[in-house]
């Protein structure tokens, strides 16, 4: 199969090389371009949950280079979503798929705006990657990956590229309700990130504050009214206790959004926390918990570029 992965960070970068490594045709694109050219130069290292390996893969900073593929994997932030699908767009045959397997919601839409509505399947993963430097990625934690149509349907194309990873150990699953999948992680986030972004604590310890502790039950529980409001199921049987439980295994971890923060980059509070604001207004819930935590972590990316 014919991989382009956009947005080759840490994420990005794992897949790829995993893929790579299993004998898969991929081309990693980035804008940084020291990372594009240590890879190109030296290869691709991996280490951490699979093991320790060079990869010999593909990498530029321009998509026109690249030609048509069959997959299309979006891994950049999700503000920069639609740009990131206009750019892919010279990689574009008649039968090429994008797969988003990005933090937050909106991506999918964003996609198809850009490449067309039946274009897009929409997946989440709980892989865990760390960029340690240009050509060096360290995988933190193995997890699990799951993608799926829209529609529920099971596709010839969603079964190819389900095989394509498990082939490369990367394991994945098909699921018919992928928006619930997506939503799932969504909850873990809102309950997360940016709580750990305004407070500086690592994941663990937003659950040894009570005041801290009370905040992220209270705005997991707006999300998941939300998440009723629009007709999503969410497999989650207790959303707060999940999240702690997520908090509890990743306890020494920094959140993506406090790493961030701590590094004065944008963050993406609008996809997470801000989304749940959003869609609760359409639908009549109300959010104050989620729209607080949103306007503290914009006032924080305010003063970090003022500074």
Request: proline letters at 2%; zero cysteines.
């Amino acid at each position: 199969m014919r991989i382009a992965v956009v947005g080759s960070g840490a994420m990005g970068s794992l897949y790829g090389g995993l893929l790579a490594d299993a004998g898969e045709d991929v081309t990693l694109i980035d804008i940084w371009k020291e990372h594009v050219d240590a890879i190109n130069t030296r290869g691709l290292k991996i280490s951490g949950a699979s093991g320790e390996r060079l990869v010999r893969v593909r990498a530029t900073t321009n998509p026109a280079e690249v030609g048509t593929v069959d997959l299309i994997m979006i891994f950049v932030k999700a503000y920069d979503t639609k740009k990131a699908a206009q750019d892919a767009l010279p990689m574009v045959g008649p039968e090429t798929v994008f797969l988003t397997l990005q933090n937050g919601l909106g991506n999918v839409e964003q996609i198809e705006e850009v490449a067309g509505k039946g274009r897009v399947v929409a997946g989440a993963t709980t892989h865990g990657s760390t960029l340690v430097g240009p050509g060096e990625v360290f995988h933190a934690g193995k997890g699990l990956t799951y993608i799926g149509e829209l529609t529920g349907e099971i596709t010839e194309r969603v079964k190819r590229i389900a095989e394509t990873f498990n082939r490369a150990g990367i394991e994945t699953h098909i699921s018919q309700n992928i928006q619930g999948i997506i939503w799932k992680k969504i909850l873990i986030n809102v309950g997360i990130n940016a709580i750990t972004a305004i407070t500086g604590l690592r994941n663990g310890e937003i659950l040894l504050v009570p005041e801290v502790k009370e905040i992220v039950r209270k705005a997991v529980l707006e999300a998941a009214e939300v998440a009723k409001a629009a007709g999503i199921t969410v497999e989650m049987e207790d959303p707060v206790a999940e999240v702690y439980k997520v908090a509890e295994l990743t306890a020494k971890n920094k959140s993506s959004m406090l790493q961030d923060v701590e590094r004065g980059r944008r963050t993406e509070i609008d996809a997470i926390n801000g989304a749940i604001v959003r869609i609760g207004k359409q639908y009549g819930v109300d959010t104050p918990v989620n729209e607080t935590l949103v306007a503290a972590v914009k006032g924080i990316e305010y003063a970090s570029k003022r500074s």
